[in-house]
């Protein structure tokens, strides 16, 4: 199977421009999973979602050019609006290796739009050791950190590490070397690592370091949003049930996401936004 039956789609754009790029194969079965590998690697972007159909529901694995990954926000945002150009709009089940979601697709007034619901959310603690492993990553030091929302473990679907800064400029400054990150994260078993800048109550803006992958940073991230509303929701953030995170914007490729969830403890997150075909099959 060749990669130029990948379709390549940006999710999370705005106004047609910038989103993320993601690869989206559907095939009536899924190929090995070396195969798999093989074709994200020649695709590129930093995850390329398969999806084949498996009775009512798509089963689908993401991979990363050097690696699998259990869920992928913007692939799925891709997906969902690859699905909703071959079958019309409507919501579609999906069977994820860890996971059953499902992802939301449709036109409106010409412009592609999905929505994912996540897995379930939790998020914990961080030990002393890798927060100062990841301070020491990109140079952050205390007086960096935003007091309200500590460092923590996060996941929606796959585990990352959040840490929230003070100002927009040391989010701009962000630098570290992608060899000493892949370790970290490999170690830690983290997928990325989420920065954060507080522009208010419910709006972020964020970079998203994914070495573990083998990409310096990913300019729009849906799993590392789910994961990041649901920490806001377990420390009573004033976030009213809503925030909208802009990334890439560091990157020359604004991205914007919303999310949207309710006040129980653990529960999937909505996580919707735009997308564009950049080329299709």
Not at 107 to 116: E, I, N, S, V, Y
Not at 152 to 160: M, V, W
Not at 176 to 190: F, I, Q, S, T
Not at 214 to 241: K, N, Q, S
């Amino acid at each position: 199977m060749s990669a130029q039956k990948v379709e390549r789609i940006a999710a999370f754009s705005e106004a047609g421009s910038g989103g993320n790029p993601a690869g989206v194969l559907i095939a009536d079965s899924l190929p090995p999973a070396e195969e798999m590998q093989r074709i994200a690697a020649e695709v590129g972007f930093s995850e390329t979602a398969f999806a084949a159909p498996e009775g009512e529901s798509w089963r689908v694995r993401y991979f990363a050019p050097e690696s699998e990954v259990p869920f992928c926000g913007h692939a799925t945002i891709a997906l969902g609006a690859a699905l909703a150009r071959r079958n019309g709009d409507g919501v579609f089940k999906l069977s994820l290796n860890e996971a059953e979601i499902t992802v939301e697709g449709g036109q409106r007034d010409g412009t592609l739009t999905a929505a994912l619901q996540s897995p379930p959310t939790r998020s914990g603690k961080a030990s002393p050791d890798l927060v100062s492993g990841v301070m020491d990553l990109f140079g952050y030091t205390v007086e960096d950190l935003h007091a309200d929302i500590p460092p923590a473990l996060i996941h929606g679907g796959a585990d990352h590490f959040v840490l929230a800064l003070n100002s927009r400029q040391a989010l701009a400054d962000m630098n570290y070397d992608l060899e000493a990150g892949r370790e970290l994260m490999n170690r830690h078993g983290l997928v990325t690592v989420l920065l954060v800048y507080p522009e208010g109550p419910q709006l972020f803006h964020t970079r998203n370091p994914f070495a573990s992958g083998g990409v310096y940073e990913d300019p729009a991230t849906g799993a590392a949003t789910a994961a990041f509303a649901g920490y806001l929701r377990d420390i009573d953030w004033a976030h009213a049930g809503r925030i909208d995170i802009v990334q890439g914007e560091d990157m020359g490729m604004l991205s914007r996401l919303h999310a949207e969830f309710s006040s129980e403890p653990g529960s999937s997150i909505r996580v919707s936004g735009q997308a564009r075909v950049m080329t299709a099959e």
